[in-house]
T-cell receptor
Framework: DAKTTQPTSMDCAEGRAANLPCNHS???????VYWYRQIHSQGPQYIIH???NNETNEMASLIITEDRKSSTLILPHATLRDTAVYYC????????????FGRGTSLIVHP | DSGVTQTPKHLITATGQRVTLRCSPR?????VYWYQQSLDQGLQFLIQ???????AKGNILERFSAQQFPDLHSELNLSSLELGDSALYFC????????????FGQGTRLTVV
């Protein structure tokens, strides 16, 4: 699976959009981009995933660049409860898969 | 609520002891994963089971073992406990081995004193 690079930490004002970048320049054609988050001491929570089209669900939007070498997770109206570590994971479709988490981005949403 | 249930939520035990952590996966999920997260450390994959059989092993110590039962619940056994085993232990489940997202329980916080 392709390696990902994320900033160590970010902050965002409550009510504003939080844009979390992820670089995955070695991604291959059949690899998906997944995002999880982990609120302090809780289990990780799946957020969203995509292949090449932009995706949106009730939690967030995922924007993948046309060359697929990077993506951005967007929390449109961040709240204090969105303070968490956000993990970007790239994995190939099919086959056995073990969710593997790097260091992620620590997002702090402040009042 | 992810649908994955882990018990107990907290466990305090002494060095040298043995404990068992339990995980009930989401209804219909056949695959179970165990992870360890020490203080300020990332999530370390330990082991995966699928429909009762071991499918993948990560950084699991020989003192640790796991199994998945016919009703699909899983147990992680930790023996000869050391202070360094103090951590959060998470269980996750997914529908299949190569599936999309995994759903995590709330974890068991183990403290070894």
């Amino acid at each position: 699976d392709a390696k990902t690079t994320q900033p160590t930490s970010m902050d965002c004002a409550e009510g504003r959009a939080a844009n979390l970048p992820c670089n995955h320049s070695t991604i291959s054609g059949n690899e998906y981009v997944y995002w999880y988050r982990q609120i302090h001491s809780q289990g990780p929570q799946y957020i969203i995933h995509g292949l090449k089209n932009n995706e949106t669900n009730e939690m967030a939007s995922l924007i993948i660049t046309e060359d697929r070498k990077s993506s951005t997770l967007i929390l449109p109206h961040a709240t204090l409860r969105d303070t968490a570590v956000y993990y970007c994971i790239v994995r190939s479709s099919g086959g056995s898969y073990i969710p593997t988490f790097g260091r992620g981005t620590s997002l702090i949403v402040h009042p | 609520d992810s649908g994955v249930t882990q018990t107990p939520k907290h466990l305090i035990t002494a060095t040298g002891q043995r404990v068992t952590l339990r995980c009930s996966p989401r209804s219909g999920d056949l695959s179970v994963y165990w992870y360890q997260q020490s203080l300020d450390q990332g999530l370390q994959f330990l082991i995966q089971y699928y429909n009762g059989e071991e499918r993948a092993k990560g950084n699991i110590l020989e003192r640790f073992s796991a199994q998945q039962f016919p009703d699909l619940h899983s147990e992680l056994n930790l023996s000869s406990l050391e202070l360094g085993d103090s951590a959060l232990y998470f269980c996750a489940s997914s529908v299949a081995v190569g599936t999309t997202e995994a759903f995590f329980g709330q974890g068991t916080r183990l403290t070894v004193v």
